[in-house]
Nanobody, 117 residues
Framework: QVQLVESGGGLVQPGGSLRLSCAAS????????MAWYRQAPGKQRELVAV???????NYADAVKGRFTISRDNAEKTVYLQMESLKHEDKTVYYC???????????WGQGTQVTVSS
């Protein structure tokens, strides 16, 4: 079982940048497919970016070209670099982990991103 702890959220002005981190413990981090989701109040949780244990990354259309997901298997950490932030990016961001061939997702507690001038 893996535990996930997000950090790096905060207040940023439109056009600004933030880097979210998700530290994992337990499990074999390198085999997990990692992802970032976000969920606004009253809305469904949506996938933002995915970085598999092997293979290429994928992004939601709304963040392509602005967000970059990466991972450091030695540090057991996945990152989400967010550039050119917009008001609509304001929400809670969650890290998730999934073992290959499993349907179970592990979740972190979330980190709030606020975009405001």
């Amino acid at each position: 079982q893996v535990q996930l702890v997000e950090s790096g959220g905060g207040l940023v002005q439109p056009g600004g940048s933030l880097r979210l981190s998700c530290a994992a413990s337990g499990g074999i981090f390198s085999i997990y497919n990692m992802a970032w989701y976000r969920q606004a109040p009253g809305k469904q949780r949506e996938l933002v970016a995915v970085i598999p244990s092997g293979g290429s990354t994928n992004y939601a259309d709304a963040v392509k070209g602005r967000f970059t997901i990466s991972r450091d298997n030695a540090e057991k950490t996945v990152y989400l670099q967010m550039e050119s932030l917009k008001h609509e990016d304001k929400t809670v961001y969650y890290c998730s982990a999934k073992r290959p061939f499993s349907v179970h997702l592990y979740w972190g507690q979330g980190t709030q991103v606020t975009v405001s001038s």
